[in-house]
């Protein structure tokens, strides 16, 4: 079975600067989705980004980009210029590629809660 | 589209008694996910469908929880008798199985549950 680990509980920054929050993953698959998922204090669960296991460019969103790498199975999201809005818990998730009945669940980790200094 | 609608928000009752969550997922998803979130155990699923059939069920915790889902457009998660262990807020999420956008859930508000 897959498993997403967070090992940072918590973590802040001052307002402007820039984060990195790590994830890591066990898998023996090739083919996978990752994710990263903010939950900010309203609760809702909204997709930040997204990376294909096949794609060997790093997905970026605006400030948000993610550095994916494969063998180390490591997929870290680094957010820029940090903003007051940004304050929220991050969770990492791990979805399989293959189309077989089972693997379409995201398996997430214990998630990352994430101050910003004003 | 809307997006996943949950229902109701907050949810306060008593030990025993019945407890029936609601979820509309978006319109064209062939997916919805049951998700339970609590600050013990994080983000744990509990059932998944495809097409309105169950496809895993082994996060339900014990036979106290069911779920169905009638048609493409709504599901419900019972608990019956509610337990205080079962305090948590409960996630629905739909989602595409294939193709661009797979795996990519969208998430409900969340029914927060409270259970004296």
């Known amino acids: 079975a897959q498993t997403v680990t967070q090992s940072q509980p918590e973590m802040s920054v001052q307002e402007a600067e820039t984060v990195t929050l790590s994830c890591t993953y066990d898998?023996?698959?090739?083919?996978?989705?990752l994710f990263w998922y903010k939950q900010p204090p309203s609760r809702q669960m909204i997709l930040v980004i997204r990376q294909e296991a096949y794609k060997q460019q790093n997905a970026t969103e605006n400030r948000f980009s993610v550095n994916f790498q494969k063998a180390a199975k490591s997929f870290s999201l680094k957010i820029s210029d940090s903003q007051l809005g940004d304050a929220a818990m991050y969770f990492c998730?791990?979805?399989?590629?293959?189309?077989?009945?089972?693997?379409?669940?995201?398996?997430f980790g214990t998630g990352t809660r994430l101050t910003i200094i004003p | 589209d809307a997006g996943v609608i949950q229902s109701p928000r907050h949810e306060v009752t008593e030990m025993g008694q019945e407890v029936t969550l609601r979820c509309k997922p978006i319109?064209?998803?062939?997916?919805l996910f049951w998700y339970r979130q609590t600050m013990m155990r994080g983000l744990e699923l509990l059932i998944y469908?495809?097409?309105?059939?169950?496809?895993?069920d082994s996060g339900m915790p014990e036979d106290r929880f069911s779920a169905k889902m009638p048609n493409a457009s709504f599901s419900t998660l019972k608990i019956q008798p509610s337990e205080p262990r079962d305090s948590a807020v409960y996630f629905c999420?739909?989602?595409f199985g294939l193709g661009q956008g797979a795996g990519e859930l969208f998430f409900g508000e969340g029914s927060r549950l409270t259970v004296l």
């Open positions: 898998t023996s698959e090739s083919d996978y989705y």
């Open positions: 319109s064209g998803h062939d997916y």
């Open positions: 998730a791990y979805r399989s590629a293959l189309a077989n009945f089972g693997n379409e669940k995201l398996t």
């Open positions: 469908f495809n097409n309105n059939v169950p496809i895993d």
């Open positions: 999420a739909s989602s």
